[in-house]
């Protein structure tokens, strides 16, 4: 079947320090592939997403690489803020073919940036 | 710019009583879904609507029910509820093709 497998948290860093969240896949066909982020006390949004093997999404300094050979999409950012802290989600998406795209999330990834 | 709109936003009942959250959405999407959210656990789906007049079930639909009542709103019952229902429940709406979903804040229930 279907499902996401995301690194465990808490993760924490120290401002401006690198970030990786790994996030593997397994699925069957081409799934598109998204990262979510909540922040306290809000749902969730959108972060970034990729639709094919090889694309790369980015948003808000975040970038995340769809690798079809690895079923991997890890998100990464070059320099956290404290404004980062969130729980972050990896997600896939199969396209059923009918009127609704359902998504499968990981578990989520707490990430605490200290200054 | 409401885009989904969840009541309440918090809930406590006792083991037995019965709830309905409510879902809107504004964006003229036709596919709406309820999710629970526990620790550990990521996102469940638990129903979804494709359409206006359409429900499916998820992957946790035991001790659900849901109400399409139009194309704007969803609702997710809970007939007798249980203390395992304790958990935060996100509605979320998306476009037919293929949009990303849109979630709301969430509704944080416990059951006594």
């Known amino acids: 079947g279907n499902s996401v497998t995301q690194m465990e948290g808490p993760v924490t860093l120290s401002e401006e320090a690198f970030l990786t969240i790994n996030c593997t896949y397994t699925a069957t066909g081409y799934p598109s592939l998204f990262w979510y982020v909540q922040y306290p006390g809000e749902g969730l949004q959108l972060l970034l997403k990729?639709?094919?093997?090889?694309d790369k999404g980015s948003n808000k300094g975040f970038e995340a690489t769809y690798r079809k050979e690895t079923t991997s999409f890890h998100l990464e950012k070059g320099s956290v803020q404290v404004s980062d802290s969130a729980v972050y989600f990896c997600a896939l998406r199969r396209y059923y073919g009918g009127a609704t795209n359902k998504l499968i999330f990981g578990t989520g990834t707490l990430l605490a940036v200290q200054p | 710019n409401a885009g989904v709109t969840q009541t309440p936003k918090f809930q406590v009942l006792k083991t037995g009583q019965s709830m309905t959250l409510q879902c809107a959405q504004d964006m003229n999407h036709n596919s709406m879904y309820w999710y629970r959210q526990d620790p550990g656990m990521g996102l469940r789906l638990i129903y979804y609507s494709a359409s206006e007049g359409t429900t499916d079930k998820g992957e946790v639909p035991n001790g659900y029910n849901v109400s399409r009542l139009n194309k704007r709103e969803f609702s997710l019952r809970l007939e007798s509820a249980a203390p395992s229902q304790t958990s935060v429940y996100f509605c979320a709406s998306s476009s037919q093709q293929g949009q990303p979903q849109h979630f709301g804040d969430g509704t944080r229930l416990s059951i006594l």
């Open positions: 990729a639709t094919k093997a090889d």
